[in-house]
């Protein structure tokens, strides 16, 4: 989700969209065709997009997890990141929604490295662990339910390799995790998250106000948690 927050103005938003570069034709069509629907708000932007794609270049990413898919555009900058041989699995639970994405991975040429799982996130990530994947993925990124984001991180970080990064969006949450009157469910839930990662020494990380704020975590590996 990104737009319609209170974290960065309106003005900077647009000036920094101007500069950004969206890799393909189709991540700019899909971005547009997805703008038009009624939950708009749940697609990263392109801001986003580009941070993504550069962070996978950087850890030289082959195998990712996206929870929560929409339309696609995130797990699109992420498959056209992936080298040939990556692997990517998207979870979502709307049929609706990830068809859209499903025609922009066909179209992009990224449909072989996609693997669409429709089921709620927490079975396929222990599906995944009793599959034994431990440890093998490269990245990871988190923008579902904002309720469930303890738990999604807890399972990712098992799922994570060490030095294997994570990325979670709308950690600030339209600025109302510091407005102290605002203590409905999400608020309370992304606040107690914050503060999970914060005092977690399984990782470092790093909360960016982007869009409505991302934060990045890098996993340890035992000998730096031994330091």
Known sequence: MSTNNRIVSAELSAYLEVLSREETTLLRQLRAETAL????VYQINPLQG???RLLLHLIRAE??????VYTGYS???I?????AQGRLIACDINAEWT???SHYWQAAGV???VELRLAPALQTLTALLDNGEAESFDFIFIDADKESYAAYYELSLQLLRPGGLLMVDNVLWKGYVFDPTNNDP???AIRAFNRQLQADRRIEFSMLPIADGVTLARKLSAAEMAD
Not at 37 to 40: K, R, S, V
């Open 79 to 83: 498959a056209l990141a992936l080298p």
């Open 111 to 113: 449909a072989d490295k």
């Open 75 to 77: 797990s699109l900058c």
């Open 99 to 101: 068809a859209r994405a």
């Open 186 to 188: 999400t608020t309370l």
């Open 37 to 40: 629907l009624p939950n708009a």
């Open 50 to 52: 580009e941070l993504i």
């Open 63 to 68: 195998k990712a997890l996206e929870i929560g």
